[in-house]
């Protein structure tokens, strides 16, 4: 678990830091956005040198007042799906937060659009039973700059 933690930390990080670089260089340039992001479709192509992949936020859903045995098993299935969507090349990186915060998990996805995404974490147990809550946001890297395996 501690391993996991370090691992998210990290990749919280690095999300903050591109996302500080990126509003760095827009402002030096003038512009109040990356020129790569179509702000009128989220959904919409990046030019070729970037691949898009979806950022899942996770948050504490409305609905927590399941005993430990029904959360034990909402949590379990909740798992089950992560590993199949994980098998499938669906989700690349998933990881739980650390702190007492309503900032849960986070998943970076890979999918058409975000229609398809959606589709995948609405039948997730926690979901379901409203433990947990989503939002997704388009996400691009470089092609090639990381190796997701």
Same mark, same amino acid.
């Given at each position: 678990m501690r391993i996991l933690n370090c691992v998210t930390n990290f990749l919280m990080r690095k999300i903050l830091f591109l996302a500080a670089v990126v509003f760095c260089f827009? &402002?030096?340039? %003038?512009?109040?956005?990356?020129?790569?992001i179509n702000k009128t479709n989220a959904d919409s192509t990046a030019p070729e040198e970037m691949k898009k992949y979806w950022l899942v936020l996770?948050?504490?859903?409305?609905?927590?007042?399941q005993d430990s045995i029904t959360a034990s098993r909402i949590?379990?299935?909740?798992?089950?799906?992560?590993?199949?969507? &994980?098998?499938? %090349?669906k989700i690349i990186m998933a990881g739980p937060m650390g702190g007492k915060g309503d900032l849960r998990g986070i998943f970076i996805m890979d999918g058409k659009d975000s229609t398809e995404?959606?589709?995948h974490i609405k039948v997730d147990s926690a979901v379901v039973t409203g433990r947990l809550r989503f939002e997704i946001?388009?996400?691009w890297t470089a092609k090639g700059k990381?190796?997701?395996?």
């Open positions: 827009s &402002a030096i340039a %003038g512009t109040s956005s990356p020129t790569f996770l948050y504490r859903g409305t609905t927590r007042s949590q379990q299935a909740h798992m089950n799906n992560i590993n199949r969507l &994980a098998s499938e %090349g995404i959606a589709g946001h388009p996400w990381y190796e997701f395996k």
